[in-house]
């Protein structure tokens, strides 16, 4: 079972030039390779936990799969007469030649920075997610005010070690249906749609996401897939992330800090 977290010695140094050797914890990052088939398909820089799940909601994010039934197993592997390495996991597909190995290159569209012009990056993930249509969706103020206390009692490993991001689904009352915590933002929203995935609730069309740092393009993006129509986030969202979120019918809304908050897209669903 890997660890989470790594503890270090460290020297503190506090006021009055006072230094004190002690112990730390830190949030632990390892690479994971996703294999399908036994085909490396991508290494991500993950917190190691809910391994299975991140490489689930991976694959969804990119619409690799569209079914549980889409995928047989999900298997550590190593080689014969060793244990399994933590660190490589392989998919099982139960149809892999549907597959087009040479569009399978990770970001191609959903990275920020990717230097694609933002309506290109836009209309290819509409290729593969259609836009939220409908308004039918909608929640109270009080309800979002009321999201970052609960993300906060629930995050274990950040109150540990401070250096962990989170995405947390809530219902329409605002009650939480699953928390994932990972050094990476978007392993920790994988690994929630991985957790949605195998227990057969996708898509999301009824819940809330929240996270805990910043709004990506990516973020949007894995949202879009899951056809959740409102993204929250206690940070700032990027000039991309709106965009796509107006152009995708989501609600968008950013610096979410005690009563307050900025709705940057589909404040109707939104109600004072």
Excluded at 60 to 81: H, M, N, P, T
Excluded at 165 to 174: D, K, M, N, T
Aim: hydrophobic fraction near 40%; charged fraction near 20%.
């Amino acid at each position: 079972m890997k660890q989470t977290s790594r503890s270090f010695s460290i020297h503190r140094h506090s006021t009055q030039n006072k230094v004190e050797e002690t112990k730390d914890l830190v949030a632990a990052e390892e690479p994971l390779e996703i294999r399908i088939g036994g085909k490396s398909l991508a290494v991500v820089m993950r917190t190691p936990g809910h391994d299975r799940e991140l490489a689930a909601g991976f694959l969804w994010s990119e619409a690799l799969i569209r079914s549980r039934d889409d995928v047989l197993d999900i298997i550590k592997c190593g080689r014969k007469g060793e244990p399994p390495n933590e660190n490589i996991l392989d998919v099982i597909l139960a149809n892999p030649d549907a597959l087009n190995w040479k569009d399978l290159v990770r970001n191609t569209f959903t990275s920020s920075s990717c230097g694609i012009c933002s309506k290109a990056s836009i209309e290819a993930i509409h290729q593969k997610f259609l836009p939220i249509e409908t308004d039918d969706f909608n929640v109270s103020q009080e309800t979002i005010y009321s999201l970052p206390q609960k993300l906060r009692a629930e995050q274990q490993m950040f109150e540990q070690t401070g250096g962990l991001h989170a995405s947390a689904l809530f219902s329409q009352e605002g009650q939480m249906c699953v928390l994932r915590e990972d050094v990476g933002r978007h392993n920790a929203l994988d690994k929630v749609i991985g957790s949605s995935f195998f227990s057969n609730e996708l898509p999301l069309k009824n819940q809330i996401l929240l996270v805990s740092g910043r709004v990506s393009f990516e973020i949007m993006q894995k949202a879009l897939s899951c056809a959740i129509p409102i993204i929250v986030a206690i940070s700032a969202p990027s000039s991309l992330a709106v965009q796509f979120a107006q152009e995708s019918g989501q609600t968008l809304i950013g610096f979410l800090r005690g009563e307050k908050m900025n709705v940057y897209s589909g404040h109707t669903r939104i109600s004072v």
